[in-house]
């Protein structure tokens, strides 16, 4: 299975950049696209997606959200973060579509 | 508009098997997948499995001996069994659908989720 690292936390000052990284063990770029997605969850609420295919945003998704990276190496940034972005993000791979796989998850803490 | 209800036993007791169902509605389960995605108390996601748009299935690999994914289309809804069950699968299990097509293995739509406890 394809394994994804995550930090386990993360605390950033109100409206400074939050950057949130994700490495895979394996290569998830296939035929031009990285399957790598992002997904915010909070506290007794389901994950919301974020950004797919690394880079796009999901609708109704602010532009303070964005995403970059490919093959294994993948970020989430957030910027300017505001006080509601307080969440555990988690990044997850479909290039091995029989074997999907999330990141153990970044908690974000807002100073 | 898209929907996925989860509905089952909140109580499971060790050794018997769960059995969840997920009633969807706004689309159709022979254009979009399905899976089932779990998480224990204060941990992470774990993807357990799915069931495509063409009815194939793929489990994770871990739970693949005691999962069992299925659905009935005519009645709009996607059903989990797993056996055996012990303690540490004490989660909340939710629901989730394919962004825009089947294979697009990423999760735009969720569930509420429903917490299952396994306890004697």
């Known amino acids: 299975d394809i394994v994804l690292t995550q930090s386990p936390a993360l605390a950033v000052s109100l409206g400074q950049r939050a950057t949130i990284s994700c490495k895979t063990n394996q290569n998830v770029d296939y035929y031009g696209n990285s399957y790598m997605h992002w997904y915010q969850q909070k506290p007794g609420q389901q994950p919301k997606l974020l950004i797919y295919l690394a880079s796009n945003l999901a609708s109704g998704i602010p532009a303070r959200f964005s995403g970059r990276g490919s093959g294994t190496d993948f970020t989430l940034t957030i910027d300017p973060v505001e006080a509601d972005d307080t969440a555990t993000y988690y990044c997850?791979?479909?290039?091995?579509?029989?074997?999907?796989?999330f990141g153990s998850g970044t908690k974000l803490e807002i100073k | 508009q898209v929907q996925l209800k989860e509905s089952g036993p909140g109580l499971v007791q060790p050794s018997q098997t769960l059995s969840l169902t997920c009633t969807v509605s706004?689309?159709?389960?022979?254009?979009?997948?399905v899976h089932w995605v779990r998480q224990p108390p204060g941990k992470g996601l774990e993807w357990m499995g799915g069931?495509?748009?063409?009815?194939?299935?793929d489990y994770n690999s871990a739970l693949k001996s005691r999962l069992s994914i299925s659905r009935d289309t005519s009645k709009s809804q996607v059903f989990l069994k797993m056996n055996s069950l012990q303690t540490d699968d004490t989660a909340i299990y939710f629901c989730?659908?394919?962004?825009?097509?089947?294979?697009?293995?990423?999760?735009?739509?969720w569930g509420q989720g429903t917490l299952v406890t396994v306890s004697s």
């Open positions: 997850q791979q479909s290039r091995n579509l029989r074997a999907l796989t």
């Open positions: 706004g689309f159709s389960l022979t254009s979009n997948s």
């Open positions: 989730t659908r394919s962004h825009y097509y089947s294979a697009h293995g990423w999760f735009a739509y």
């Open positions: 069931i495509w748009g063409d009815g194939s299935t």
